[in-house]
């Protein structure tokens, strides 16, 4: 079975485009930024939205829709945040729900399969920066470091 899909068919089978993306993270970062576990995360990292938010709509596009569009690194910029499974998990839980308030089903179940294994992953280098080695199905907490 091929599951590799080109952008167009990610779109057509999706219905993402530009704009559900654009509205997709300038809500969820809306919510984020009045959350009391993550905000004061992305306040300390975060100077100059207008450039951030428009990263990270380049971000998704490439990651939902394979349309190229982002170039970056995320890993090195989270391995030394002060962030572990709870941040994660947060942020998973406000990222889940705004893909159902603001996609239709199928939209929303693309983006939240694929925010989950960025979740996972990005929570592993943070693990590994702090010196935790997880073991399958393990989950990083930093008051947890010997």
Not at 51 to 80: D, E, I, N
């Amino acid at each position: 079975m091929n599951t590799t899909f080109t952008h167009a068919e990610i779109v057509e089978r999706t219905g993402i485009d530009e704009a559900m993306i654009e509205r997709l993270v300038h809500r969820f970062y809306d919510q984020a930024r009045a959350d009391a576990l993550l905000a004061p995360v992305f306040d300390s990292k975060v100077h100059d939205w207008d450039r951030h938010l428009a990263q990270m709509c380049r971000f998704w596009s490439s990651v939902a829709t394979m349309s190229g569009t982002y170039h970056g690194s995320p890993m090195p910029k989270h391995m030394v945040l002060p962030i572990d499974a709870a941040h994660f998990d947060r942020w998973l839980a406000l990222f889940e729900a705004t893909a159902h308030e603001v996609c239709p089903p199928v939209a929303a179940e693309h983006f939240i399969v694929r925010a989950r294994r960025i979740a996972q992953s990005l929570e592993l280098g943070v693990a590994l920066q702090a010196g935790a080695r997880l073991k399958v199905g393990e989950r990083f907490h930093r008051g947890e470091l010997s």
